[in-house]
């Protein structure tokens, strides 16, 4: 059904059926006819197959690694709305992958991600604020940002949180 939904326009059928492809679901695994249909969803706006691409080139997974063109289709992805583009866009910033390090640019991507529901957003943001990394520190800001990835089901916020608490925060 990906397939046909693929082959009639559809770009998230395409994205589905590229993961189909790459995981071997149901399909005999082949990650380059993965990418491919990746490549062919993101380029009709998919931006699910955007942010699945970007990790391929990432990761170095069927495609030589290139941070990037990891960072092109993350931001591509976070342009369109995929807040996990936005969440790995900013560890490319944080980390100086494929972009020059900038830990501000790298917040303001997690708290667009944390605004938009990615939680792994808000524990890196209320990280960052703990630590005052790219960010002035503020450990009542870490603590709200903790609160909310808990909150949100980001069990490593309930980890800091927790943390945040046993020391008087």
Known sequence: LY????????MLGCYGLGDMYVGGDGVEKNVKKG????????????????FNLGVMYANGNGVEKDFSKAVQLFKKACDGGEMNGCYNLAIMYADGNGVEKNEQKAAELYKKACDGGEMLGCYNL??????????????Q???????????????????NLGFMYAKGS
């Open 126 to 139: 209320g990280f960052m604020y703990a630590s005052g990394d790219g960010v002035e520190k503020n450990e």
């Open 3 to 10: 397939k046909k939904a693929c082959d009639g326009g559809n």
């Open 141 to 159: 800001k870490a603590v709200e940002l903790y609160k909310k990835a808990c909150d949100g089901g980001e069990m490593l916020g309930c980890t």
């Open 35 to 50: 990418i491919e249909l990746y490549k062919k969803a993101c380029d009709g706006g998919n931006m699910h197959g955007c």
